[in-house]
């Protein structure tokens, strides 16, 4: 059956087609069944919607991806036939049932997922049925390779060293001392990092407020072989490309099914060619992971899934209690950062960054066991770590002069004060965080909170708990509002009601 074009320029992120509500009844076409549409020899797959009034009948309107692939103009012809749904749906429903997948059944599904042929009812399917159900490492392993086949590889040689950080900890801004140390030490690490979806920042969005984090692969390729090491946007590479897909379903329905978590951590790093990668993992109330047998039994897998992909796994189970670092935002983060390589900044941010990369120098076998602390604090102390860290920011087009100073904070600000005397029983990572993006962070990289105490402090009344930072005042008025509802810090069983 032939249509006339009309042109419909949104970008949807998969082919679109529109019908009248008459012409799919005629077809017996509903909502997201599948069309292939072709013309002047060429043809693509489109999902279906349909309209009473958005388009006559005899017309039908493509989105941008549909113009881009066949090349039609408004007014153009196009044959429209009804096509079958991918065989992925069935292992979708399979899924759904319980049953476990095989490596070529997964293989198929996230293929579907890349080529944008699953509807987006279909994906989340996928997502709550791996959610429900879980997945066995056979599928797994099966999974990650799949993301891996379907996405960019990047061959940086031999002895690559990596580390991941499941997140859920408000700072924690390791990566960026990390990097610069094992780099230092003459190792390769290319830090492929996450910009931020739920939290005030990513390492990605950080590390923007010193450089550049977006490169395709030649240029990462001649930044890592230049200096040893990059803190970049894994999302510009096309690594694991399904991950990013499965990700945007995971987020409104807050579905994190860990099958889908391990493959989608190492699949990136296998992309890169990682042989030794440390898996940071913080545990307790707050966190993602609530407990040590959660968190054991997580390390488990990720060691085992490492096993299967020839890649050797370490996973270290941290404090994830309270925020890592004084600064929450992009630019607050990146200058606690700098401060640690100048030997100076918080020292909870400085310790748990030598643990780490002493246990990267230590499992790629650069130095002794129970000596990677040491040599690690030799390379910051000596300096070495903040020039190499120099070197990555020049190397990524940033000011290989930058100093702490250097980094501009939001111009608006107001400081919330204690209203008792007592210690500090905690601070709440997720409530701070809030707070933080009630500030405008991360689109606001100079937006955030800035925290003056510490778990454990003892505060009287009028002293500064945080700093709240922000380019616009209204947004300082969101945060302040949100501190009221949410109370992100205890002090001395009391919860703070009161603001100064």
Not at 20 to 30: F, I, Q, R, W
Not at 199 to 208: I, K, N, R, V
Not at 396 to 414: A, M, T, Y
């Amino acid at each position: 059956m032939k249509f006339q074009i009309k042109n419909w320029p949104i970008e949807a992120g998969r082919p679109i087609a529109i019908l009248n509500h008459e012409d799919a009844k005629d077809l017996g076409l509903y909502v997201s069944d599948r069309v292939e549409i072709s013309y002047d020899g060429a043809s693509t797959v489109a999902l279906i919607d349909t309209t009473k009034s958005f388009v006559s009948e005899g017309v039908i309107a493509v989105s941008k991806e549909v113009v881009d692939i066949l090349g039609v103009k408004v007014g153009n012809e196009v044959e429209l036939h009804r096509t079958l749904r991918p065989q992925s749906v069935d292992y979708i429903k399979k899924k759904i049932r319980g049953e476990a997948l095989l490596a070529s059944e997964l293989k198929v599904i996230v293929q579907d997922i890349v080529a944008n042929n699953l509807s987006d009812v279909e994906l989340s399917a996928f997502v709550t049925a791996g959610y429900i159900n879980g997945y066995n490492m056979d599928e797994v392993v099966g999974l990650t390779n799949s993301m891996v086949e379907t996405g960019q590889q990047i061959d940086f040689g031999d002895n690559i060293v990596d580390k991941h950080c499941i997140g859920g900890v408000a700072g924690n801004r390791t990566t960026m001392i990390i990097v610069p140390i094992i780099a230092a030490a003459g190792l390769t690490i290319p830090k492929t990092s996450s910009r931020a979806i739920t939290s005030p920042a990513g390492t990605a969005d950080t590390m923007e407020v010193l450089a550049k984090v977006e490169f395709n692969i030649d240029e990462l390729k001649d930044i890592v072989d230049t200096v040893g090491g990059c803190v970049i946007w894994g999302g510009s590479l096309n690594l694991a490309p399904a991950d990013d897909k499965i990700i945007r379903v995971e987020y409104p329905l807050s579905l994190d099914p860990q099958g889908q978590v391990l493959a989608s951590v190492m699949a990136k790093k296998k992309s890169v060619g990682s042989d030794y990668v440390l898996v940071d993992i913080p545990m307790g109330k707050g966190a993602k992971v609530a407990d040590n047998e959660a968190a054991g039994q997580l390390a488990k897998q990720f060691i085992e899934l490492g096993k299967r992909l020839n890649i050797y796994v370490e996973c270290l189970i941290t404090d994830g209690t309270a925020p890592i670092g004084a600064g929450i935002g992009p630019a607050l983060e990146a200058r606690d950062c700098l401060l640690v390589l100048d030997n100076k900044g918080p020292s909870d941010l400085m310790n748990k960054s030598l643990d780490l990369a002493g246990v990267l120098l230590e499992l790629s076998g650069s130095v002794k066991r129970n000596h990677g602390r040491s040599a690690a604090e030799k390379l910051l102390a000596s300096g070495k770590a903040k020039k190499k860290m120099l070197e990555i920011i020049e190397a990524q087009g940033g000011n290989p002069s930058v100093k702490p100073d250097d980094i501009k904070l939001g111009e608006k600000k107001h400081t919330i004060k204690a209203d008792c005397k007592g210690r500090i029983r905690y601070i709440d990572n997720k409530k701070i965080s809030l707070v933080a993006r009630a500030a405008g962070a991360p689109k606001d990289k100079s937006a955030g909170v800035y925290l003056h105490v510490n778990v454990g402090d003892c505060v009287k009344a009028g002293d500064p708990l945080f700093t709240i930072y922000s380019k616009a005042n209204g947004k300082i008025d969101e945060a302040i509002k949100m501190v009221e509802k949410l109370q992100p810090i205890n002090i001395g069983g009391v919860i703070l009601d009161t603001l100064t």
